[in-house]
C-alpha cells in the first residue's frame, strides 16, 4: 500500500491529537463560564441575583442577610453576575472540578456603611 | 396477509446507533422491512409547562435545554417570539451576531452527524476526524460566548455578549484554518467505496412522497425542494444573500451531502456576517411583559423551527409551544424505511439525524 506510507509516517512521527490530561491541563479559555464566585464583602443582599437565576440556585434572606447558593444547581448562565450592582458575583474562567459531596454554601455579613 | 410469515422486532429505545431512545416497531418479512410503527416519549421532560411555570425572561436558559445541539437556535427563537409579541426591534448588530452563532450552531451539528453516520457505517476513524473538527468550532463558541455548546448568547432585546475586533478577526482566522480539515473528510465522505454503497439508493423518498408526509429542513432539500427558513430573511439572513442548498437524489446519501455542503455554506454565513458586522449596540432594554399571540419560524440545523407563544400582560406566559424539526421528519422516515434491509435501518434512521430530546421537550 505505497499511497498509504506518507500518512502512516506522518502519523508515527507526529505528536498524538490529544493532551496527557491529569499531567498536562489546557489553560481555560479567556471569555469562558467556568465557575460563579461569590465575594461577599461588598454584598448587601439585594436578592437581584436571586430573582434573576434561572435554575433558582441562589437564595437571599433580606432581613436576616443571609444568601445560599448551592453550586450543584447553578448553570453558570451569569445571568446574577450580570445584574449584581455590587460587583459580588463574578465568574470565574476555570472550570470547577469533581466534589467529594453535595454541600451548599451559606454566606451571612452585614452591610457595608 | 400474504403467505410470507412475518416478524416483529424492536429498534430501541436503546440501540448502539441511536444518542438517544426512540423505538421503531419493525415488521420483517425474511430481512426485509415491511411496516414501522414508531414510538417516542422516553424522554419527556415537560418544558412547554415548565416555561408557563416561570418568568418569560428565564425560559432563555430554559428553552436552551430543549435540544443539547442546537440550542443556540432554540434561544434564537424564543427570543424573536417574545420579540414578536412585544413589537420589540433589536439592534442591527445583534442581528448579525445572532446568525453569527446559529451559523456556528449549524457547522458543529451536521459535523456531529458527519461523524455519526461514520459512526454508525463502523468508519471508525472518520467518526474521531468530524468529530475533531467538530471541537475547533465548540472552542469558537467558547471564546466568543463564554460555553462549549450551551453558550447562553441570546437574551431578549438582542445577544449578551459582543465580539471585539481582535475576537473577530481570530474567528474569522480559525474558520479560514478550518476549511482544509474539512475538506479532507469531504472528500472521504463523497467518494469512499464504503459510505457511497451504504447509503446512496437507502431510504429514498420521492419529492411526493416528502411533501405529503411533510419533511422538513435537510430531508426535504434533499429531494429536491428549496425549503429553508432561512429564505424568509429573519435575523439579517436577508441582507447576506441566502441562497438554499439541494440535492436531488432522496436517498441518505442526498442528505449527507446536503448537509456537508451546507458546512461549507454555513461558514461562509459566518464570514460574511462577522465582515459586514455594523457598529453599534448589541441589545435593546426590554420592559412590560408580553402580550397577544405570536410565532416565529427559524432554521435550526435539522429544519424548520416554529415556537408560537401567547401572553395575556402577566410575566409568565399563558403558553409556549415548540415545534421542532425531528418532530416531522419522523413521518418520513416511517415512510423511507418499508422496503429496505434491516441492516440499513440504523443508517436510515440516522439519516435523518434525529434528535429525539427536541421531539419530547
Same mark, same amino acid.
Given at each position: 500500500?505505497?499511497?498509504?506510507?506518507?500518512?502512516?509516517?506522518?502519523?508515527?512521527?507526529?505528536?498524538?491529537?490529544?493532551?496527557?490530561?491529569?499531567?498536562?491541563?489546557?489553560?481555560?479559555?479567556?471569555?469562558?463560564?467556568?465557575?460563579?464566585?461569590?465575594?461577599?464583602?461588598?454584598?448587601?443582599?439585594?436578592?437581584?441575583?436571586?430573582?434573576?437565576?434561572?435554575?433558582?440556585?441562589?437564595?437571599?434572606?433580606?432581613?436576616?442577610?443571609?444568601?445560599?447558593?448551592?453550586?450543584?444547581?447553578?448553570?453558570?448562565?451569569?445571568?446574577?453576575?450580570?445584574?449584581?450592582?455590587?460587583?459580588?458575583?463574578?465568574?470565574?474562567?476555570?472550570?470547577?472540578?469533581?466534589?467529594?459531596?453535595?454541600?451548599?454554601?451559606?454566606?451571612?455579613?452585614?452591610?457595608?456603611? | 396477509?400474504?403467505?410470507?410469515?412475518?416478524?416483529?422486532?424492536?429498534?430501541?429505545?436503546?440501540?448502539?446507533?441511536?444518542?438517544?431512545?426512540?423505538?421503531?416497531?419493525?415488521?420483517?418479512?425474511?430481512?426485509?422491512?415491511?411496516?414501522?410503527?414508531?414510538?417516542?416519549?422516553?424522554?419527556?421532560?415537560?418544558?412547554?409547562?415548565?416555561?408557563?411555570?416561570?418568568?418569560?425572561?428565564?425560559?432563555?436558559?430554559?428553552?436552551?435545554?430543549? &435540544? %443539547?445541539?442546537?440550542?443556540?437556535?432554540?434561544? *434564537? @427563537?424564543?427570543?424573536? =417570539?417574545?420579540?414578536?409579541?412585544?413589537? !420589540?426591534? /433589536?439592534?442591527?448588530?445583534?442581528?448579525?451576531?445572532?446568525?453569527?452563532?446559529?451559523?456556528?450552531?449549524?457547522?458543529?451539528?451536521?459535523?456531529?452527524?458527519?461523524?455519526?453516520?461514520?459512526?454508525?457505517?463502523?468508519?471508525?476513524?472518520?467518526?474521531?476526524?468530524?468529530?475533531?473538527?467538530?471541537?475547533?468550532?465548540?472552542?469558537?463558541?467558547?471564546?466568543?460566548?463564554?460555553?462549549?455548546?450551551?453558550?447562553?448568547?441570546?437574551?431578549?432585546?438582542?445577544?449578551?455578549?459582543?465580539?471585539?475586533?481582535?475576537?473577530?478577526?481570530?474567528?474569522?482566522?480559525?474558520?479560514?484554518?478550518?476549511?482544509?480539515?474539512?475538506?479532507?473528510?469531504?472528500?472521504?465522505?463523497?467518494?469512499?467505496?464504503?459510505?457511497?454503497?451504504?447509503?446512496?439508493? &437507502? %431510504?429514498?423518498?420521492?419529492?411526493?412522497?416528502? *411533501? @405529503?408526509?411533510?419533511? =422538513?429542513?435537510?430531508?426535504?432539500?434533499? !429531494?429536491? /425542494?428549496?425549503?429553508?427558513?432561512?429564505?424568509?430573511?429573519?435575523?439579517?439572513?436577508?441582507?447576506?444573500?441566502?441562497?438554499?442548498?439541494?440535492?436531488?437524489?432522496?436517498?441518505?446519501?442526498?442528505?449527507?451531502?446536503?448537509?456537508?455542503?451546507?458546512?461549507?455554506?454555513?461558514?461562509?454565513?459566518?464570514?460574511?456576517?462577522?465582515?459586514?458586522?455594523?457598529?453599534?449596540?448589541?441589545?435593546?432594554?426590554?420592559?412590560?411583559?408580553?402580550?397577544?399571540?405570536?410565532?416565529?419560524?427559524?432554521?435550526?440545523?435539522?429544519?424548520?423551527?416554529?415556537?408560537?407563544?401567547?401572553?395575556?400582560?402577566?410575566?409568565?406566559?399563558?403558553?409556549?409551544?415548540?415545534?421542532?424539526?425531528?418532530?416531522?421528519?419522523?413521518?418520513?422516515?416511517?415512510?423511507?424505511?418499508?422496503?429496505?434491509?434491516?441492516?440499513?435501518?440504523?443508517?436510515?434512521?440516522?439519516?435523518?439525524?434525529?434528535?429525539?430530546?427536541?421531539?419530547?421537550?
Amino acid at each position: 500500500m505505497p499511497w498509504m506510507l506518507s500518512a502512516v509516517l506522518r502519523n508515527l512521527f507526529s505528536p498524538p491529537a490529544t493532551r496527557r490530561y491529569p499531567f498536562e491541563k489546557r489553560e481555560p479559555l479567556r471569555r469562558a463560564r467556568g465557575q460563579l464566585v461569590v465575594d461577599r464583602t461588598n454584598c448587601v443582599y439585594c436578592g437581584a441575583c436571586a430573582r434573576i437565576c434561572p435554575s433558582a440556585a441562589i437564595q437571599v434572606d433580606r432581613p436576616n442577610k443571609l444568601m445560599t447558593f448551592d453550586p450543584f444547581k447553578c448553570i453558570v448562565c451569569s445571568a446574577c453576575a450580570d445584574v449584581c450592582p455590587k460587583g459580588s458575583l463574578t465568574i470565574a474562567e476555570g472550570h470547577k472540578g469533581p466534589a467529594e459531596r453535595k454541600r451548599t454554601y451559606v454566606y451571612s455579613g452585614s452591610e457595608p456603611k | 396477509m400474504s403467505g410470507t410469515p412475518t416478524t416483529i422486532l424492536p429498534f430501541g429505545p436503546q440501540h448502539p446507533v441511536l444518542p438517544e431512545p426512540i423505538h421503531l416497531r419493525l415488521t420483517l418479512e425474511d430481512e426485509k422491512v415491511v411496516g414501522v410503527a414508531p414510538a417516542i416519549g422516553y424522554v419527556h421532560r415537560g418544558i412547554e409547562k415548565a416555561a408557563e411555570l416561570r418568568e418569560y425572561t428565564r425560559n432563555v436558559f430554559l428553552v436552551e435545554r430543549v &435540544c %443539547g445541539i442546537c440550542s443556540f437556535v432554540h434561544a *434564537l @427563537a424564543y427570543c424573536q =417570539v417574545i420579540e414578536d409579541a412585544m413589537k !420589540v426591534e /433589536i439592534p442591527p448588530r445583534a442581528k448579525y451576531l445572532r446568525v453569527v452563532y446559529s451559523e456556528l450552531t449549524r457547522i458543529h451539528s451536521h459535523l456531529l452527524y458527519l461523524g455519526l453516520l461514520a459512526d454508525a457505517l463502523g468508519f471508525e476513524s472518520l467518526f474521531m476526524q468530524a468529530w475533531r473538527v467538530r471541537e475547533t468550532v465548540v472552542d469558537l463558541m467558547e471564546k466568543t460566548a463564554g460555553s462549549r455548546v450551551i453558550i447562553s448568547a441570546c437574551s431578549i432585546g438582542g445577544v449578551r455578549r459582543d465580539v471585539d475586533d481582535a475576537l473577530r478577526d481570530d474567528v474569522l482566522r480559525t474558520i479560514r484554518e478550518m476549511r482544509p480539515e474539512v475538506d479532507r473528510i469531504a472528500e472521504v465522505i463523497l467518494h469512499d467505496y464504503g459510505i457511497r454503497k451504504r447509503t446512496i439508493g &437507502c %431510504g429514498v423518498l420521492t419529492k411526493e412522497q416528502s *411533501l @405529503a408526509t411533510g419533511a =422538513v429542513g435537510p430531508i426535504q432539500r434533499a !429531494v429536491g /425542494i428549496a425549503s429553508d427558513i432561512r429564505m424568509t430573511g429573519y435575523a439579517a439572513y436577508g441582507e447576506l444573500g441566502f441562497e438554499p442548498i439541494v440535492e436531488t437524489g432522496g436517498d441518505s446519501y442526498a442528505r449527507t451531502v446536503v448537509r456537508l455542503r451546507e458546512v461549507y455554506q454555513a461558514m461562509d454565513l459566518a464570514n460574511k456576517a462577522l465582515e459586514r458586522l455594523p457598529a453599534g449596540e448589541i441589545s435593546t432594554r426590554v420592559r412590560g411583559n408580553p402580550e397577544g399571540e405570536a410565532v416565529t419560524l427559524v432554521e435550526a440545523p435539522r429544519g424548520e423551527l416554529i415556537y408560537y407563544t401567547k401572553g395575556d400582560g402577566t410575566k409568565n406566559l399563558a403558553r409556549l409551544r415548540i415545534r421542532t424539526p425531528t418532530y416531522t421528519n419522523i413521518p418520513p422516515l416511517v415512510t423511507m424505511l418499508p422496503g429496505c434491509e434491516l441492516a440499513d435501518v440504523p443508517v436510515i434512521t440516522l439519516s435523518i439525524d434525529p434528535c429525539i430530546s427536541c421531539t419530547e421537550r
